[in-house]
């Protein structure tokens, strides 16, 4: 299992620009894979798209081809997260 941040500065992802939190999320890569997206209280919010709109999200089961957006303006697919992480 490896946890992912996400988040303005310090962070595994980072995404430069003040609307992203410092720690805005998280995502969890399972060695099952599974994959879970959690904000971590963030100001500007994450939503997840799983095909069927965008939605605010806490705490959920993601999948890779599902998009997600950080404060209403940064959208990247896990798929993309992932291979972020791994640079």
Not at 26 to 48: H, P
Not at 65 to 77: C, P, S, W, Y
Request: with cysteine; charged share 30%; glycine share 10%.
């Amino acid at each position: 299992m490896k946890i992912v941040t996400i988040g303005r500065k310090g962070a595994d992802i980072v995404i430069d620009d003040d609307s992203i939190s410092r720690h805005h999320a998280e995502l969890t890569l399972s060695s099952n894979g599974k994959y879970y997206l959690v904000d971590c209280g963030s100001s500007n919010g994450t939503e997840v798209n799983t095909g069927t709109g965008w939605k605010p999200v806490k705490q959920e089961f993601v999948r890779e081809e599902d998009e997600v957006r950080f404060a209403g303006r940064h959208k990247l697919t896990v798929r993309e997260l992932i291979a972020r992480s791994r640079h």
